[in-house]
């Protein structure tokens, strides 16, 4: 991940209802990786990848498990399997210029799917373009690409504790 990406994961929300009988405002690296959101959907039906494939191009992965689309250091949305299975449906977002009609698109498929979205720092939000743009102006992408002086010395100052 570059440091000017903002991640964010898809998940179905009768997943999340499931695991929390909610939806919950954060869910842990942890809650995260112990449930397999992706289960229901069991293949992934065909036309996720025509929809994916109308707001980024298809690109080659690194792995036989990552279908992708876009671009490694821009924009990029990736399906990872595992033995045949979607785990994770997962997306990338260059906040260097945020592409409105990119993230346009992103929303677009969650509500009509009934999805939501899990950011990088865990908050599950709503498909609305504004609880998106909000995210990202909070994150850590955002502040590295308004000052990224300032935002590695405050790394640096973290680190040393």
Known sequence: MATWQFDLHYLPQRSVLRAFEGIPVKITTDQFNATRWWASLEPLPDWLNSAFA????????????????????GDRID?????GHPQDVFVRIDVRKVSYAFVIELVRIAKENDWLFL?????????AFREVMFAIKRSDAFRFVENPEE?????????KG
Do not use: C, M, Y
């Open 151 to 159: 935002f590695l010395q405050e790394l640096e100052r973290e680190r």
């Open 79 to 83: 399906i990872v399997f595992e033995n």
């Open 54 to 73: 109308k707001i980024l191009p298809a690109a080659d992965s690194w792995s036989a498990d990552i279908k992708t689309w876009g671009f490694s250091d």
């Open 119 to 127: 950011s990088e720092g865990g908050e599950v939000l709503r498909p």
